[in-house]
């Protein structure tokens, strides 16, 4: 079955640095374009960078443009965001998104920016 499993989630301190791995199965990856997204409480949902299905085009929201980075092994069916410089307001759940045909989602991982 169609799986995505976010993990590198965690604690970190504010400038700090973490990097998300999305591991994807029971679907063609290399023909989806992922993204991922995430939520704070209370607040809505936010798209963080996306990318596309070979890898040669990449968008950022506003928010994280210069600090984040996204980038897929389509070998390895994984999805990877590099997130630098990181700011209390980043804390969130994480969700990765792959998006062709159909559109999956994954269950997210944790991200908390504190002191």
């Known amino acids: 079955q169609v799986q995505l499993v976010e993990s590198g989630g965690g604690l970190v301190q504010p400038g700090g640095s973490l990097r998300l791995s999305c591991a994807a199965s029971?679907?063609?990856?290399?023909?989806?374009?992922m993204s991922w997204y995430r939520q704070a409480p209370g607040k809505e949902r936010e798209l963080v960078a996306m990318?596309?299905?070979?890898?040669?085009?990449?968008n950022y929201g506003d928010s994280v443009k210069g600090r984040f980075t996204i980038s897929r092994d389509n070998a390895k069916n994984t999805v990877y965001l590099q997130m630098n410089s990181l700011k209390r307001e980043d804390t969130a759940v994480y969700r990765c998104?792959?998006?062709?045909?159909?559109?999956?989602w994954g269950q997210g991982t944790q991200v908390t920016v504190s002191s």
């Open positions: 998104n792959g998006r062709a045909y159909f559109s999956y």
């Open positions: 029971g679907f063609t990856f290399s023909r989806y374009t």
């Open positions: 990318i596309t299905s070979d890898g040669g085009s990449t």
